[in-house]
């Protein structure tokens, strides 16, 4: 059996980013200690109890903002119910303006060995547009700070297409970014939610965002200027140094089984996918939703997960699902135009292509 990824929610934030749809609550100090004994509950009753577990992912939110020994509790827990690997990964998100020092040498005591700082971007102005809480000097200084004690494996998450932002600014950040000692970087393209305040921002006209053209010449120039520094692509918004790829992502884009613990957190195991509620009381019910991909949506996911990342899909697979893709014209053409590469079963998406993936994935489909 392939080992297990583990996903914890930590649902708490100390201000709502005006992009953000999130399962995030703030002012929510009431809450805490019910959700973590929750949380503990959750875990220790685990149907999946002793299974081997090598990557650990507590996100949110903000896993940051609570106090450390909520944190050391929670992988106390995890280890008394599942066997963790020798070299698992644990990785925590970190927004810059809640660790210190104190904290960061506190999270390497108990085993969390990657850090992902959520950085969004280094220029104060739209830091503050955005409603961040933390300024570019903060983010640099926890990133050294991480360092100094001693961790290697340090993310840092930034948004393309933020208001007022250009090519050269983003290539500004990824340089002082590279330059602290990141190991690892990922850029997303800043999506506007319906959920979120930005959605009002930007049809009342109040916020402009760059164009979408704009946008792609962003991450193009964020691309070009990581690759000349050693960190290679290894999925569409994911760049890292040599062996400092997130374990963890990977297992998602590979369809491995993963558990989530946790207010809105997803498992996916023996082909059965479920939700648990993306609210207190949902969650404390132990509400759930479970959801089951019809052989269509299977292969679709496949092929996306796949082609977005440098693991690929196996035409294998996709065959045990009923889709023989070498049938399909698309396919045939875009192997001879070398965009896609077939070795052995795996197929692979050319890296400089991922930009138009959706494109490119939409006419591979069933
Ligand atoms: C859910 S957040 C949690 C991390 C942490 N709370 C933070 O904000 O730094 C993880 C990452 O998702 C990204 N993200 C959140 N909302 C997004 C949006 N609307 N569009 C694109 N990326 C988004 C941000 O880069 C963020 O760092
Ligand atoms: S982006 Fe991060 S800090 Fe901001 S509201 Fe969302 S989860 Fe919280």
């Known amino acids: 059996m392939s080992k297990t990824a583990i996903y914890v929610h930590i649902p708490f934030c100390e201000s709502k980013c005006i992009y953000c749809d999130f399962a995030s609550f703030c002012n929510a100090e009431n809450e805490k200690e019910r959700y973590f004994k929750t949380l503990e509950n959750e875990i220790k009753n685990t149907p999946y109890k002793g299974r081997e577990v090598d990557t650990i992912y507590i996100g949110g939110g903000t896993p940051s903002c609570v106090k450390v020994e909520y944190i050391e509790a929670l992988l106390v827990t995890i280890r008394k119910t599942f066997v963790l690997s020798n070299d698992v990964e644990i990785s925590i998100e970190c927004n810059p303006n809640s660790v210190n020092l104190e904290k960061l040498k506190r999270y390497k005591s108990i085993g969390i060995n990657r850090l992902s700082f959520g950085v969004q971007s280094l220029h104060n102005d739209a830091l503050k547009t955005i409603g961040r809480l933390h300024t570019s000097e903060m983010a640099l200084n926890a990133i050294k700070m991480a360092q100094n004690v001693g961790f290697k494996n340090i993310n840092a998450d930034l ?50 965002l760059p164009t979408d053209d704009e946008s792609v010449a962003q991450y193009d120039a964020l691309v070009s200027a990581q690759e000349k520094r050693g960190f290679s692509r290894y ?107 077939e070795k052995g079963d795996r197929v692979y998406l050319k890296p400089e292509f991922y930009g138009v993936s959706n494109y490119i994935i939409a006419n591979l489909l069933p």
């Open 235 to 341: 999925e569409i918004s994911n760049f890292a140094l040599k062996n400092f790829e997130c374990k963890h992502n990977l297992k998602y884009w590979s369809g491995e089984e993963y558990i989530g613990f946790g207010l809105g957190a997803h498992s996916y195991l023996g082909d059965v996918r479920w939700a648990n509620a993306r609210d207190f009381a949902g969650y404390y019910n132990g509400e759930i939703k479970e959801e089951h991909l019809t052989t269509e949506e299977k292969i679709e996911e496949k092929i996306m997960l796949g082609l977005r990342c440098k693991l690929g899909f196996s035409k294998g697979e996709l065959a045990r699902l009923g889709y023989k893709i070498d049938d399909k014209t698309n396919y045939k053409n875009y192997l001879t135009k070398g965009i896609l590469l």
């Open 159 to 208: 948004l393309i297409g933020l208001p007022n932002s250009t090519a050269d600014g983003l290539i500004e950040d990824a340089y002082k970014l590279l330059d602290a000692g990141v190991t690892h970087i990922s850029a997303y393209m800043l999506q506007v939610e319906e959920g979120a305040k930005l959605y009002g921002l930007v049809k009342s006209g109040k916020v402009i």
